[in-house]
């Protein structure tokens, strides 16, 4: 499975780049206490953090408005899924606990203010590509409901979208009955590659601790 990223999209969004994370063997199911204790404790501390802020003041949800509104999408309308975490999070409206891949997906989303999709890797099928949606091209989200992709970031299969850092399609959503997983984090090009590359080898040991298996890591982007 080869990982690209469009001319388009590098030519739109100059410096675009993920962290892309295979793994294999793992055991989804209920997250440990230690995730659990960890997520809501983090979740308290950014509420009394954003008392005094906007959520859009934060650098990394800054950051990723701007990278909508280069590829052509409003972010008013279509906000980064990171954003969406912590809007929830000031309403404290926290996030309850899923199961193991979404629960350390969220942590680390709110902790690095970055967009991060998990992919049951045999849902899919040839080459990644992470490119813009077309016109008239959607899917049905994890929100439940269909999403216009025209102007989106999205990651794509030979059979299509499937991911985006605002919305994840139902297709190759991760479950309890996950065996091989591929993790996509939607970076922020500021952050440069050495930290970018830090952050992605993190998540990976992270996920490994809590699920066994094995893993391995690329940066893909624009050169």
């Known amino acids: 499975m080869e990982i690209q990223v469009s001319s388009e999209l590098c030519r739109l969004v100059p410096g675009f780049n993920a962290g892309v994370i295979h793994y294999r063997n793992i055991e989804v199911g209920a997250s440990p ?3 659990k204790g960890r997520l809501q404790l983090f979740q308290e501390s950014i509420f009394f953090d954003l008392e005094d802020k906007k959520v859009t003041d934060l650098d990394g949800i ?5 990278i909508f509104k280069k590829a052509g999408k409003d972010p008013n309308r279509y906000r980064p899924s990171a954003e969406a975490l912590y809007r929830r999070v000031q309403k404290q409206n926290y996030l309850q606990t899923v199961h193991s891949a979404i629960d350390v997906n969220n942590f680390f989303s709110l902790e690095y203010q970055v967009p991060i999709g998990i992919y049951d890797s045999d849902k899919l099928d040839g080459d990644i590509e992470l490119r813009l949606g077309a016109e008239d091209e959607q899917y049905t989200g994890l929100n ?3 999403n216009s992709l025209h102007n989106l970031i999205v990651s794509a299969d030979e059979h299509g979208a499937f991911g985006s850092p605002f919305v994840d399609s139902e297709r190759t959503a991760v479950s309890t009955e996950t065996k091989n997983a591929l993790q996509i984090i939607y970076l ?11 952050l992605t080898e993190s998540l990976m040991n992270m996920f490994l601790q809590i699920h066994g298996g094995e893993g391995s890591f690329l940066m893909t982007g624009c050169e």
């Open 188 to 198: 922020r090009p500021s952050l440069g590659v050495e930290k970018n590359s830090q």
């Open 144 to 146: 439940g409901r269909p």
């Open 33 to 35: 206490q230690m995730l």
């Open 62 to 66: 800054k950051e990723w408005r701007e």
